[in-house]
T-cell receptor, first 114, second 114 residues
Framework: DAKTTQPPSMDCAEGRAANLPCNHS???????VYWYRQIHSQGPQYIIH???NNETNEMASLIITEDRKSSTLILPHATLRDTAVYYC???????????????FGTGTSLTVIP | DGGITQSPKYLFRKEGQNVTLSCEQN?????MYWYRQDPGQGLRLIYY???????QKGDIAEGYSVSREKKESFPLTVTSAQKNPTAFYLC?????????????FGSGTRLTVV
């Protein structure tokens, strides 16, 4: 299974960049890396996804290493509202048909400090 | 605006009772999913449906049932056979099955057994 490894928690000062790492060493060549975040008691919110190239949108940037075994989500100017659990996800690719579901681990709990 | 609506947001159930959680989407997505989330843990797949009138068990289907009579609707019934039903339940949909298609989540239903 193409699972991911993330640090359980991180702190970031308000206004600074938050860099959230993720390891996905068993990723397959055609699998995208997705990032979601979940604020307490809400549904996960899509942030960004990518395959090989670095990606940027209005919320964040995604940096994927050349070997695709790891990636980093960058929130360029973290605010208090960015405090949430951040999930790095790669599609489960197993022999059993699972509807190509995403595997959500425990993610990284990011706390933005005033 | 298109999206997924889960209702109710909070639900209380007496032990031994069945209860049905609603999930409706107007995104015209074929695939729909139900996840369960316990405190401090990731999401675990209960059931998923890739097309109308078809659904498959996920990793923790025991004590749950679903139906998919319409494309827009994927209700989840928590039966009395579910031993620990108190949890946060999330519904999601997806436009396609390929790795390039992300999830859209509802806002969740928090079920408490009293």
């Amino acid at each position: 299974d193409a699972k991911t490894t993330q640090p359980p928690s991180m702190d970031c000062a308000e206004g600074r960049a938050a860099n959230l790492p993720c390891n996905h060493s068993t990723i397959s060549g055609n699998e995208y890396v997705y990032w979601y975040r979940q604020i307490h008691s809400q549904g996960p919110q899509y942030i960004i996804h990518g395959l090989k190239n670095n990606e940027t949108n209005e919320m964040a940037s995604l940096i994927i290493t050349e070997d695709r075994k790891s990636s980093t989500l960058i929130l360029p100017h973290a605010t208090l509202r960015d405090t949430a659990v951040y999930y790095c996800i790669v599609r489960v690719a197993s022999g059993r048909e699972t509807g190509n579901q995403f595997y959500f681990g425990t993610g990284t709990s990011l706390t933005v400090i005033p | 605006d298109g999206g997924i609506t889960q209702s109710p947001k909070y639900l209380f159930r007496k032990e031994g009772q069945n209860v049905t959680l609603s999930c409706e989407q107007n995104l015209n997505h074929d695939a729909m999913y139900w996840y369960r989330q316990d405190p401090g843990q990731g999401l675990r797949l209960i059931y998923y449906s890739q097309i109308v009138n078809d659904f498959q068990k996920g990793d923790i289907a025991e004590g749950y049932s679903v139906s998919r009579e319409k494309k827009e609707s994927f209700p989840l019934t928590v039966t009395s056979a579910q031993k620990n039903p108190t949890a946060f339940y999330l519904c999601a949909s997806r436009e396609g099955q390929g790795s390039g298609y992300g999830y859209t989540f509802g806002s969740g239903t928090r079920l408490t057994v009293v």
